[in-house]
T-cell receptor, first 113, second 114 residues
Framework: NAGVTQTPKFQVLKTGQSMTLQCAQD?????MSWYRQDPGMGLRLIHY???????DQGEVPNGYNVSRSTTEDFPLRLLSAAPSQTSVYFC????????????FGPGTRLTVT | SQKIEQNSEALNIQEGKTATLTCNYT??????LQWYRQDPGRGPVFLLL?????KEKRKERLKVTFDTTLKQSLFHITASQPADSATYLC?????????????FGKGTKLSVKP
């Protein structure tokens, strides 16, 4: 089991560029989520999915899109990068939404200049 | 809305002592809460989950308590070691019941000195 994998590990973008952060899990988990972590702010939920074909917004969804066409993959798209999106992004999965332990990926460190 | 507060940004203790970390919530009593460990440059790793009808949960040197009267969870590491140095995060559901998404506290950075 690879668990939760994320690519890339590091990325530098210019303002206005778009990109996709990849996330995959091989545990057949129904629930997947994206968080961003900023100094002094803790982990904040961007988007989540309770199953293939179902996505919903979290606390800070603006500027991001997601899709869930398969159980395994949950990519996060930055539509037009802004310096405020400089952050560390974590993908997580769990068996279901709710009282289940979440497995986190290693993170993507994104810098927008 | 539900708010999570981890009282200390940092905690320094001597090896062998018990570390006690605090996590408070402000509104409704959540059905469960979770504790995670995060090392620098890595994703959080799950440690323990405790439900509202459980007063205490243990795993090796770790112990979590859940006091719905005080709206507080305490996380203890007994016989602490330098390898326990990390940031510890608490998390609650953003809804009542067993559903919902997790809201994370900002974390407490624990340093265990030899």
């Amino acid at each position: 089991n690879a668990g939760v994998t994320q690519t890339p590990k590091f990325q530098v973008l210019k303002t206005g560029q778009s990109m996709t952060l990849q996330c995959a899990q091989d545990m057949n988990h129904e629930y997947m989520s994206w968080y961003r972590q900023d100094p002094g702010m803790g982990l904040r939920l961007i988007h989540y999915s309770v199953g293939a074909g179902i996505t919903d917004q979290g606390e800070v969804p603006n500027g991001y899109n997601v899709s869930r066409s398969t159980t395994e993959d949950f990519p996060l798209r930055l539509l037009s990068a802004a310096p405020s999106q400089t952050s560390v992004y974590f993908c997580a999965s769990s068996r279901r939404q709710g009282a289940y332990e979440q497995y986190f990926g290693p993170g993507t460190r994104l810098t927008v200049t | 809305s539900q708010k999570i507060e981890q009282n200390s940004e940092a905690l320094n203790i001597q090896e062998g002592k018990t570390a006690t970390l605090t996590c408070n919530y402000t509104n409704y009593s959540p059905a469960y809460l979770q504790w995670y460990r995060q090392d620098p440059g890595r994703g959080p790793v799950f440690l323990l989950l405790i439900r509202e009808n459980e007063k205490e949960k243990r795993k090796e040197r770790l112990k979590v308590t859940f006091d719905t009267t005080l709206k507080q969870s305490l996380f203890h590491i007994t016989a602490s070691q330098p390898a326990d140095s990390a940031t510890y995060l608490c998390a609650y559901s953003d809804q009542g019941g067993s559903q919902g998404n997790l809201i994370f506290g900002k974390g407490t950075k624990l340093s265990v000195k030899p």
